[in-house]
Protein backbone atom coordinates (compact mmCIF):
# COMPACT_ATOMS: atom_id res chain seq x y z
CA UNK A 1 0.00 0.00 0.00
CA UNK A 2 1.42 3.45 -0.92
CA UNK A 3 2.65 5.58 1.94
CA UNK A 4 0.21 6.33 4.54
CA UNK A 5 2.05 9.16 6.27
CA UNK A 6 0.25 12.44 6.70
CA UNK A 7 -2.84 11.33 5.41
CA UNK A 8 -5.76 9.64 6.16
CA UNK A 9 -6.58 6.14 6.13
CA UNK A 10 -9.63 5.53 4.67
CA UNK A 11 -12.09 3.22 5.08
CA UNK A 12 -15.66 2.26 4.05
CA UNK A 13 -17.98 0.86 6.86
CA UNK A 14 -20.75 -1.57 5.18
CA UNK A 15 -23.94 -2.55 7.74
CA UNK A 16 -27.33 -2.96 6.67
CA UNK A 17 -28.39 0.44 8.83
CA UNK A 18 -27.68 3.22 11.50
CA UNK A 19 -30.41 3.04 13.90
CA UNK A 20 -30.07 2.15 17.56
CA UNK A 21 -29.20 -1.61 17.29
CA UNK A 22 -26.20 -3.30 18.80
CA UNK A 23 -23.42 -3.04 15.56
CA UNK A 24 -24.45 0.14 14.74
CA UNK A 25 -24.17 1.52 18.22
CA UNK A 26 -20.80 -0.10 18.38
CA UNK A 27 -19.96 1.97 15.16
CA UNK A 28 -21.29 5.09 16.54
CA UNK A 29 -18.82 4.56 19.28
CA UNK A 30 -16.38 3.81 16.50
CA UNK A 31 -16.56 7.11 15.00
CA UNK A 32 -17.18 9.33 18.11
CA UNK A 33 -13.92 7.92 19.35
CA UNK A 34 -11.26 7.13 16.73
CA UNK A 35 -8.46 9.52 15.53
CA UNK A 36 -10.40 11.39 12.75
CA UNK A 37 -6.35 13.06 12.47
CA UNK A 38 -5.53 9.89 10.86
CA UNK A 39 -8.55 7.90 9.70
CA UNK A 40 -11.35 9.18 7.31
CA UNK A 41 -14.78 6.92 7.77
CA UNK A 42 -17.70 6.65 5.52
CA UNK A 43 -20.47 4.42 5.89
CA UNK A 44 -22.32 2.36 3.09
CA UNK A 45 -26.22 1.27 4.07
CA UNK A 46 -28.97 -0.95 2.83
CA UNK A 47 -31.48 1.20 2.87
CA UNK A 48 -32.45 5.02 1.75
CA UNK A 49 -34.38 5.63 4.98
CA UNK A 50 -32.99 7.98 7.30
CA UNK A 51 -31.08 5.99 10.67
CA UNK A 52 -31.32 7.33 13.86
CA UNK A 53 -27.37 8.67 14.25
CA UNK A 54 -27.07 10.31 10.20
CA UNK A 55 -26.89 13.81 11.52
CA UNK A 56 -24.36 12.98 14.35
CA UNK A 57 -22.69 10.72 11.55
CA UNK A 58 -22.50 13.53 9.48
CA UNK A 59 -21.25 16.07 12.48
CA UNK A 60 -18.38 14.10 13.14
CA UNK A 61 -17.42 14.02 9.21
CA UNK A 62 -18.26 10.95 7.85
CA UNK A 63 -20.84 10.23 4.71
CA UNK A 64 -23.46 8.00 4.84
CA UNK A 65 -23.93 6.59 1.15
CA UNK A 66 -27.22 4.50 0.29
CA UNK A 67 -26.54 0.90 -1.24
CA UNK A 68 -28.97 -0.32 -2.33
CA UNK A 69 -30.53 -3.49 -3.40
CA UNK A 70 -28.75 -6.35 -1.68
CA UNK A 71 -30.84 -9.02 -2.72
CA UNK A 72 -30.23 -8.51 -6.21
CA UNK A 73 -26.34 -9.31 -6.81
CA UNK A 74 -26.04 -7.43 -10.01
CA UNK A 75 -27.93 -4.87 -9.02
CA UNK A 76 -26.03 -4.13 -5.85
CA UNK A 77 -22.39 -4.96 -7.31
CA UNK A 78 -23.24 -1.76 -9.32
CA UNK A 79 -24.35 0.20 -6.66
CA UNK A 80 -21.44 -0.51 -4.77
CA UNK A 81 -18.56 -0.19 -7.41
CA UNK A 82 -20.44 3.13 -8.03
CA UNK A 83 -19.69 4.27 -4.62
CA UNK A 84 -15.87 2.86 -4.25
CA UNK A 85 -15.27 4.61 -7.32
CA UNK A 86 -16.41 7.78 -7.16
CA UNK A 87 -15.77 8.56 -3.63
CA UNK A 88 -12.66 6.26 -2.68
CA UNK A 89 -10.05 5.12 -3.09
CA UNK A 90 -10.27 3.45 0.20
CA UNK A 91 -7.71 1.74 2.04
CA UNK A 92 -9.61 -0.71 4.27
CA UNK A 93 -13.54 -2.26 3.05
CA UNK A 94 -14.75 -2.82 7.02
CA UNK A 95 -17.84 -5.19 6.24
CA UNK A 96 -20.34 -5.55 9.33
CA UNK A 97 -23.19 -7.83 7.19
CA UNK A 98 -22.09 -11.10 8.26
CA UNK A 99 -22.29 -13.94 5.45
CA UNK A 100 -23.18 -11.18 3.00
CA UNK A 101 -19.88 -9.92 3.51
CA UNK A 102 -18.49 -12.11 1.35
CA UNK A 103 -20.38 -10.51 -1.76
CA UNK A 104 -19.28 -7.09 -0.38
CA UNK A 105 -15.58 -7.81 -0.21
CA UNK A 106 -15.45 -10.03 -3.21
CA UNK A 107 -16.67 -6.19 -4.63
CA UNK A 108 -14.09 -4.71 -3.10
CA UNK A 109 -11.68 -6.56 -4.63
CA UNK A 110 -12.48 -6.45 -7.83
CA UNK A 111 -12.24 -2.61 -7.68
CA UNK A 112 -8.50 -2.74 -5.89
CA UNK A 113 -9.04 -2.25 -2.20
CA UNK A 114 -6.68 -3.76 -1.16
CA UNK A 115 -6.95 -4.87 2.81
CA UNK A 116 -10.71 -6.19 3.16
CA UNK A 117 -12.07 -6.50 6.79
CA UNK A 118 -15.19 -9.35 7.31
CA UNK A 119 -16.30 -8.51 11.39
CA UNK A 120 -18.60 -10.65 13.24
CA UNK A 121 -20.71 -9.50 15.89
CA UNK A 122 -23.55 -12.82 16.07
CA UNK A 123 -22.64 -15.77 18.25
CA UNK A 124 -24.34 -18.58 16.23
CA UNK A 125 -24.81 -19.74 13.31
CA UNK A 126 -28.29 -20.46 11.41
CA UNK A 127 -26.86 -22.92 9.16
CA UNK A 128 -28.42 -25.85 11.64
CA UNK A 129 -31.75 -24.55 11.41
CA UNK A 130 -31.68 -23.64 7.88
CA UNK A 131 -33.81 -24.66 4.66
CA UNK A 132 -31.68 -25.94 1.88
CA UNK A 133 -31.62 -22.80 -0.34
CA UNK A 134 -30.52 -20.98 2.90
CA UNK A 135 -27.73 -23.34 3.82
CA UNK A 136 -26.65 -23.39 0.18
CA UNK A 137 -26.29 -19.76 0.64
CA UNK A 138 -24.25 -19.99 3.72
CA UNK A 139 -21.67 -22.33 2.62
CA UNK A 140 -21.51 -20.01 -0.82
CA UNK A 141 -20.76 -16.84 1.43
CA UNK A 142 -18.67 -18.63 3.57
CA UNK A 143 -16.28 -19.67 0.52
CA UNK A 144 -16.43 -16.06 -0.74
CA UNK A 145 -15.01 -14.95 2.82
CA UNK A 146 -12.58 -17.70 2.75
CA UNK A 147 -11.28 -16.12 -0.33
CA UNK A 148 -11.42 -12.05 -0.46
CA UNK A 149 -11.29 -11.18 3.35
CA UNK A 150 -7.77 -10.49 3.56
CA UNK A 151 -8.50 -10.17 7.43
CA UNK A 152 -11.37 -11.00 9.72
CA UNK A 153 -12.52 -9.63 13.72
CA UNK A 154 -15.11 -11.10 15.78
CA UNK A 155 -16.59 -9.52 18.99
CA UNK A 156 -16.33 -12.97 20.88
CA UNK A 157 -14.96 -16.93 20.20
CA UNK A 158 -18.27 -17.56 19.43
CA UNK A 159 -18.33 -15.18 16.72
CA UNK A 160 -15.46 -15.93 15.53
CA UNK A 161 -16.49 -19.69 14.85
CA UNK A 162 -19.89 -18.70 13.46
CA UNK A 163 -18.29 -16.65 10.55
CA UNK A 164 -14.84 -18.23 10.27
CA UNK A 165 -15.52 -21.52 11.06
CA UNK A 166 -14.73 -24.47 13.76
CA UNK A 167 -11.08 -23.57 13.69
CA UNK A 168 -10.90 -20.32 12.76
CA UNK A 169 -7.66 -20.08 15.97
CA UNK A 170 -5.28 -21.95 12.62
CA UNK A 171 -5.82 -18.92 10.50
CA UNK A 172 -3.91 -15.75 11.27
CA UNK A 173 -6.27 -13.66 9.39
CA UNK A 174 -8.73 -13.73 11.70
CA UNK A 175 -8.73 -12.65 15.47
CA UNK A 176 -10.88 -11.06 18.17
CA UNK A 177 -11.07 -7.42 19.13
CA UNK A 178 -13.33 -6.51 21.36
CA UNK A 179 -14.88 -2.80 20.85
CA UNK A 180 -16.78 -1.58 23.89
CA UNK A 181 -18.79 1.48 24.64
CA UNK A 182 -18.56 5.00 25.53
CA UNK A 183 -18.88 5.03 29.58
CA UNK A 184 -18.40 8.93 30.10
CA UNK A 185 -22.98 8.36 30.61
CA UNK A 186 -22.11 6.48 33.53
CA UNK A 187 -20.20 9.26 35.25
CA UNK A 188 -23.02 11.46 36.01
CA UNK A 189 -25.02 11.61 38.90
CA UNK A 190 -28.98 9.98 38.86
CA UNK A 191 -31.48 9.78 41.27
CA UNK A 192 -32.64 6.56 41.37
CA UNK A 193 -36.14 7.31 43.12
CA UNK A 194 -36.54 10.31 40.21
CA UNK A 195 -35.22 8.00 37.51
CA UNK A 196 -38.46 5.93 38.63
CA UNK A 197 -41.11 8.48 38.98
CA UNK A 198 -40.26 9.91 35.47
CA UNK A 199 -41.20 6.05 34.02
CA UNK A 200 -44.00 5.81 36.27
CA UNK A 201 -42.39 3.24 38.09
CA UNK A 202 -43.23 2.83 42.12
CA UNK A 203 -40.06 3.56 44.34
CA UNK A 204 -40.50 0.13 46.52
CA UNK A 205 -41.08 -1.71 43.24
CA UNK A 206 -38.78 -4.53 42.44
CA UNK A 207 -37.76 -4.52 38.84
CA UNK A 208 -36.21 -6.28 36.56
CA UNK A 209 -35.09 -5.08 33.26
CA UNK A 210 -34.16 -6.08 29.98
CA UNK A 211 -32.71 -3.90 27.00
CA UNK A 212 -32.18 -5.10 23.55
CA UNK A 213 -34.55 -5.94 19.88
CA UNK A 214 -37.44 -7.80 19.89
CA UNK A 215 -36.04 -10.80 17.65
CA UNK A 216 -35.90 -14.07 18.27
CA UNK A 217 -32.83 -14.40 19.67
CA UNK A 218 -33.19 -12.36 22.77
CA UNK A 219 -35.80 -14.87 23.93
CA UNK A 220 -38.47 -12.02 25.25
CA UNK A 221 -41.41 -14.88 25.63
CA UNK A 222 -39.36 -16.52 27.72
CA UNK A 223 -38.09 -13.86 29.97
CA UNK A 224 -41.55 -12.76 30.12
CA UNK A 225 -42.24 -16.20 31.59
CA UNK A 226 -39.42 -16.01 34.20
CA UNK A 227 -40.86 -12.30 35.25
CA UNK A 228 -44.06 -13.25 36.05
CA UNK A 229 -42.89 -16.10 38.36
CA UNK A 230 -41.06 -13.92 39.96
CA UNK A 231 -43.81 -11.35 39.66
CA UNK A 232 -46.22 -14.64 41.74
CA UNK A 233 -43.72 -14.60 44.78
CA UNK A 234 -42.72 -11.05 45.22
CA UNK A 235 -45.63 -8.37 45.25
CA UNK A 236 -45.05 -5.54 43.42
CA UNK A 237 -42.02 -6.67 40.47
CA UNK A 238 -42.16 -5.00 37.65
CA UNK A 239 -40.49 -5.60 34.16
CA UNK A 240 -38.88 -3.03 32.27
CA UNK A 241 -38.13 -3.55 28.77
CA UNK A 242 -36.25 -1.39 26.54
CA UNK A 243 -35.95 -1.46 22.54
CA UNK A 244 -38.59 -2.10 19.71
CA UNK A 245 -38.55 -4.37 17.01
CA UNK A 246 -40.74 -7.11 14.88
CA UNK A 247 -41.58 -9.01 17.85
CA UNK A 248 -43.02 -6.33 20.24
CA UNK A 249 -46.24 -6.86 19.37
CA UNK A 250 -46.70 -10.71 20.30
CA UNK A 251 -44.61 -10.09 23.41
CA UNK A 252 -47.50 -6.96 24.20
CA UNK A 253 -49.83 -9.85 23.70
CA UNK A 254 -48.35 -12.61 26.36
CA UNK A 255 -47.71 -9.75 28.49
CA UNK A 256 -51.37 -9.57 28.85
CA UNK A 257 -51.86 -12.59 28.98
CA UNK A 258 -49.80 -13.38 32.09
CA UNK A 259 -51.75 -10.26 33.74
CA UNK A 260 -48.46 -8.08 34.10
CA UNK A 261 -49.87 -5.69 31.42
CA UNK A 262 -50.38 -2.94 34.60
CA UNK A 263 -46.73 -3.62 35.61
CA UNK A 264 -44.93 -3.69 32.43
CA UNK A 265 -43.29 -0.63 30.79
CA UNK A 266 -42.66 -1.15 27.41
CA UNK A 267 -39.78 1.87 26.96
CA UNK A 268 -39.27 1.84 23.01
CA UNK A 269 -35.43 2.82 21.84
CA UNK A 270 -33.66 4.81 24.29
CA UNK A 271 -30.17 6.53 24.03
CA UNK A 272 -30.08 6.97 28.10
CA UNK A 273 -29.35 3.33 29.16
CA UNK A 274 -27.01 4.88 31.84
CA UNK A 275 -29.73 6.50 33.30
CA UNK A 276 -32.43 3.50 32.85
CA UNK A 277 -29.80 1.08 34.24
CA UNK A 278 -30.40 3.27 37.46
CA UNK A 279 -34.14 2.00 37.47
CA UNK A 280 -33.38 -1.72 37.46
CA UNK A 281 -32.71 -4.23 40.35
CA UNK A 282 -31.63 -6.92 38.18
CA UNK A 283 -31.13 -7.41 34.61
CA UNK A 284 -32.77 -10.79 32.73
CA UNK A 285 -30.78 -11.74 29.61
CA UNK A 286 -31.85 -14.88 28.08
CA UNK A 287 -30.75 -14.65 24.51
CA UNK A 288 -30.77 -18.24 22.37
CA UNK A 289 -27.29 -16.66 21.17
CA UNK A 290 -25.49 -13.73 21.53
CA UNK A 291 -21.75 -11.76 19.60
CA UNK A 292 -21.18 -9.57 22.76
CA UNK A 293 -23.99 -7.98 24.24
CA UNK A 294 -22.86 -4.30 25.16
CA UNK A 295 -26.23 -3.94 27.04
CA UNK A 296 -24.77 -6.47 29.89
CA UNK A 297 -21.45 -4.62 30.08
CA UNK A 298 -23.65 -1.07 30.89
CA UNK A 299 -25.37 -2.53 33.22
CA UNK A 300 -22.61 -3.64 34.93
CA UNK A 301 -20.97 -0.43 34.76
CA UNK A 302 -24.14 0.64 36.65
CA UNK A 303 -23.59 -2.60 39.44
CA UNK A 304 -26.54 -4.05 38.30
CA UNK A 305 -26.63 -8.13 38.56
CA UNK A 306 -27.07 -9.80 35.36
CA UNK A 307 -28.84 -12.97 35.09
CA UNK A 308 -28.00 -14.59 31.49
CA UNK A 309 -27.72 -17.44 29.16
CA UNK A 310 -24.75 -19.94 29.42
CA UNK A 311 -24.35 -19.46 25.52
CA UNK A 312 -23.25 -16.02 26.32
CA UNK A 313 -19.61 -15.90 26.09
CA UNK A 314 -17.11 -14.59 29.38
CA UNK A 315 -15.89 -12.29 27.16
CA UNK A 316 -18.45 -10.05 28.29
CA UNK A 317 -18.03 -10.37 31.75
CA UNK A 318 -16.54 -6.98 33.12
CA UNK A 319 -17.29 -7.61 37.20
CA UNK A 320 -17.91 -11.33 37.27
CA UNK A 321 -19.59 -11.45 40.43
CA UNK A 322 -22.48 -9.57 39.08
CA UNK A 323 -23.12 -12.03 36.38
CA UNK A 324 -24.92 -15.05 36.90
CA UNK A 325 -25.52 -17.79 34.37
CA UNK A 326 -28.43 -20.03 33.94
CA UNK A 327 -28.58 -22.88 31.51
CA UNK A 328 -31.61 -22.07 28.97
CA UNK A 329 -32.62 -26.16 29.36
CA UNK A 330 -33.17 -24.84 32.94
CA UNK A 331 -37.38 -23.79 33.80
CA UNK A 332 -38.21 -20.45 34.06
CA UNK A 333 -39.28 -21.21 38.10
CA UNK A 334 -35.46 -21.69 38.31
CA UNK A 335 -34.33 -18.56 36.27
CA UNK A 336 -36.81 -17.03 38.76
CA UNK A 337 -34.54 -18.17 41.63
CA UNK A 338 -31.52 -16.69 40.17
CA UNK A 339 -33.45 -13.83 39.81
CA UNK A 340 -34.70 -13.48 43.03
CA UNK A 341 -30.87 -14.49 44.68
CA UNK A 342 -29.43 -11.81 42.72
CA UNK A 343 -32.12 -9.56 44.14
CA UNK A 344 -31.21 -10.38 47.78
CA UNK A 345 -27.79 -11.18 47.70
CA UNK A 346 -26.04 -9.49 50.50
CA UNK A 347 -22.98 -8.93 48.21
CA UNK A 348 -23.19 -5.20 46.96
CA UNK A 349 -20.97 -3.06 44.88
CA UNK A 350 -21.48 0.66 44.35
CA UNK A 351 -21.48 2.75 41.25
CA UNK A 352 -18.43 3.99 41.40
CA UNK A 353 -16.70 0.77 41.84
CA UNK A 354 -18.60 -0.46 39.52
CA UNK A 355 -17.88 1.50 37.29
CA UNK A 356 -13.86 2.09 37.64
CA UNK A 357 -13.77 -1.68 36.88
CA UNK A 358 -15.40 -1.11 33.48
CA UNK A 359 -13.21 2.02 32.59
CA UNK A 360 -10.04 -0.03 33.71
CA UNK A 361 -11.03 -2.74 31.24
CA UNK A 362 -10.75 -3.61 27.28
CA UNK A 363 -14.68 -3.16 27.04
CA UNK A 364 -14.31 0.27 27.60
CA UNK A 365 -14.27 2.51 24.00
CA UNK A 366 -11.50 4.65 25.23
CA UNK A 367 -8.88 2.01 25.98
CA UNK A 368 -10.21 -0.64 23.38
CA UNK A 369 -10.44 1.68 20.28
CA UNK A 370 -6.51 2.15 20.33
CA UNK A 371 -6.38 -1.51 19.44
CA UNK A 372 -8.59 -0.89 16.51
CA UNK A 373 -6.28 1.93 15.48
CA UNK A 374 -3.51 -0.36 15.74
CA UNK A 375 -5.28 -3.01 13.69
CA UNK A 376 -6.43 -0.45 10.82
CA UNK A 377 -3.01 0.53 10.63
CA UNK A 378 -0.89 -2.77 10.71
CA UNK A 379 -3.36 -3.88 8.12
CA UNK A 380 -2.20 -1.08 5.55
CA UNK A 381 1.46 -1.70 6.08
CA UNK A 382 1.24 -4.98 5.16
CA UNK A 383 0.27 -4.44 1.63
Known amino acids: MSNLRNRHIKILHVIGWMNRAGAETLLMHILRHINREAFQIDIAVHTTAPGAYDEEIRALGSRIFPCIEPSHPRIYARNLTQILQEHGPYDIVHSHVHHYSGFVLHIAYANGVEARVAHSHKGRSSASVANIPRRVYLNFAKRLIDRYATDGLAVSRSAAEDLFGANWESDARWRILRLGIDLSPFREPVDRAKAREELGIP ?6 GHVGRFSAEKNHSFLVDVAA ?15 DGPLRTKIEKQVTTVKMQNRTLFAGTQNNTARLMRAIDVIVFPSLYEGLPLALVEAQAAGVPCVVSDVIGSEVDVLPSLVHRVSLRKPASLWADQAIAALESSYKISRNEALAAAESGPLNIANSIK ?12 R
Not at 234 to 242: A, I, S, Y
Not at 371 to 382: G, K, P, V, W
Request: hydrophobic residues 40%; charged residues 35%; negative net charge.
Open 371 to 382: DLERFYNEICRA
Open 229 to 243: EVARRKENTWLLLVG
Open 203 to 208: ENACVI
